[in-house]
Nanobody, 120 residues
């Protein structure tokens, strides 16, 4: 059974940094695109950043230049380095990945989310 588990959230002051990680586990053959989303209270889920299996990255304009997405294919992990955090970055952050399992079935999996709170 494939699972994604996020870690690294917490409370930080504006201007500070946090690093989120997301680890995939289970009978995995390959991981394609890995993506971070976030959802603030009362708002729709928002795309944050994407990294492809080849390492190509893309960012939402709201985080460009402040956040960096990276992946470790050997460890089956994706990370999100968040610098210069702002109160408006406060949200639950979710990782998602397109994963092919041992049955050679490809599906999209989501983690449970990790809370990031930025105080002003």
């Amino acid at each position: 059974q494939v699972q994604l588990v996020e870690s690294g959230g917490g409370l930080v002051q504006a201007g500070g940094s946090l690093r989120l990680s997301c680890a995939a586990s289970g009978s995995i053959i390959s991981i394609d695109r890995m993506v971070w989303y976030r959802q603030a209270p009362g708002k729709q889920r928002e795309w944050v950043a994407t990294i492809t299996s080849g390492g190509n990255t893309d960012y939402a304009d709201s985080v460009k230049g402040r956040f960096t997405i990276s992946r470790d294919n050997a460890q089956k992990m994706v990370s999100l380095q968040m610098n210069s955090l702002r109160p408006e970055d406060t949200a639950v952050y979710y990782c998602t990945a397109d994963i092919t399992d041992y049955r050679r079935l490809k599906d999209n999996y989501w983690g449970q989310g990790t809370q990031v709170t930025v105080s002003s």
